[in-house]
């Protein structure tokens, strides 16, 4: 306590900062927790959450045991595992390349031009979206110049996926490679400089130097991303889908909206949003482990 005490009145201004911080989480992150108890009972709003009707596992059963269990299990970790194949290693590649201009003006237009969609309101992004790949959009217009039917893109299963995926990479690309460009600017350029008087090219030192210098903080991402391997934003999904393309684009947070929001169905869609967390917090902490066992990186 003496020890907690003096670092508390060494660093009390720091404390006070962190204060609002702690507050938030406490409010909009671990107060809210208390609900989850509304997945074992058979919620109503006018007996509350204490008065409504202990249902224990019930919910859950439903839930393993419907058709849509394994229809959206299936679509989220589809997705998710494009997501990290495609658009996770797509920032480190602009990152690396931004790192590789030498001219600073060009740089920064590549960086501005970059970030500019991260900026735009997803309705936004969504609504341009739906326009480009209708039957008379210009992406449509394309895809009907190589070969396709010209029917609007949206209306297809087989492609929503890839629409998703190739969207998400241009949002969100620019703003994801800053905190790789800031882990390029902490690496010694004392070692590019060794390998140029080595003989070594441009490309051996981005595989020798660059690639390992950033790999501490690649792995850390990449536990984040596998911690929230089943959380697909729904708000896309759902300003972009529609009962035609459910095969393929609805995943646990989309399925949780529409039966929550939708029908109504609190205790169920709130044990299908359990069960995700759940199963999120496993893999967070499966992927830790494994960083620490086989590399120096990991989040504790």
Known sequence: MQKIAKDFALNKYLYVMMLPVLIYYFVFHYAPMYGAIIAFKEYTPIKGILGSEWVGLANFQSFFESYYFWRILKNTLVISFYSICFEFPAPIILAILINEIRNGRFKRIVQSVSYMPYFISLVVICGMIKDFTSSDGVVNLMWTFFG?????????????????????????????????????????????????????????????????????????????????????????????????????????????????????????????????????????????????????????
Do not use: C
Request: without cysteine; charged residues 15%; neutral net charge.
């Open 148 to 300: 396709g039917d010209g029917q609007a893109m949206l209306q297809k299963p087989e492609l929503f996926r890839a629409i998703y995926i190739i969207s998400e990479i241009w949002q969100k690309i620019g703003w994801e490679s800053i905190i790789y460009i800031a882990a390029l600017m902490s690496i010694d350029q004392e070692q590019y400089e060794a390998a140029r008087m080595d003989g070594a090219g441009r490309w051996r030192q981005i595989w020798n130097i660059t690639i390992p210098g950033i790999m501490p903080t690649i792995m850390i991402m990449l536990i984040l991303r596998i911690g929230s391997l089943l959380n697909v934003g729904f708000e896309k999904i759902i300003l972009l889908y529609n009962p035609s393309i459910y095969d393929t684009a609805d995943v646990i947070s989309s399925f949780v909206y529409r039966k929550g929001l939708l029908e109504f169905g609190w205790s169920y869609s709130t044990a299908v949003g359990l069960f995700n967390s759940v199963i999120n917090l496993l893999l967070l902490i499966t992927a830790n482990r494994v960083s620490r066992k086989f590399s120096e990186s990991s989040l504790w």
